[in-house]
């Protein structure tokens, strides 16, 4: 599983959409461009942006003030059986992420 942060540049933005577009050249895609399910082979891929709680930041005068810097989360998980397969499509993503300039954590 992998977590992209995006902070919303036009840079960033765009890799997320060439990487859907490269995910769909490797493979079967269903789903819209910001929410996604890839098959490569027998492992199902899951591109979805990480939904969280209200942000749990105190409302103390301090923070009212700071400028809110917001990072969006994508998660991609990875789900099957073949750990070759599963390596080979890790190897894929990470190294066209890498590549196109986004920041990947590996998560899981």
Do not use: W
Request: charged content about 20%; glycine content about 6%.
């Amino acid at each position: 599983m992998f977590e992209v942060y995006v902070k919303g540049v036009p840079s960033e933005v765009e890799c997320l959409n060439r990487l859907h577009e490269y995910l769909e050249s490797l493979s079967r895609c269903f789903g819209s461009s910001t929410t996604y399910a890839c098959v490569y082979k027998d492992i199902l891929i899951k591109v979805v942006p990480k939904v969280e709680e209200a942000q749990k930041r105190s409302t103390t005068l301090t923070h009212i003030f700071e400028p809110l810097q917001q990072v969006l989360s994508i998660v991609i998980t990875l789900e099957g059986e073949s750990v070759s397969n599963l390596a080979e499509i890790s190897e894929l993503i990470y190294g066209f992420a890498k590549n196109c300039g986004l920041m990947l954590k590996l998560i899981g």
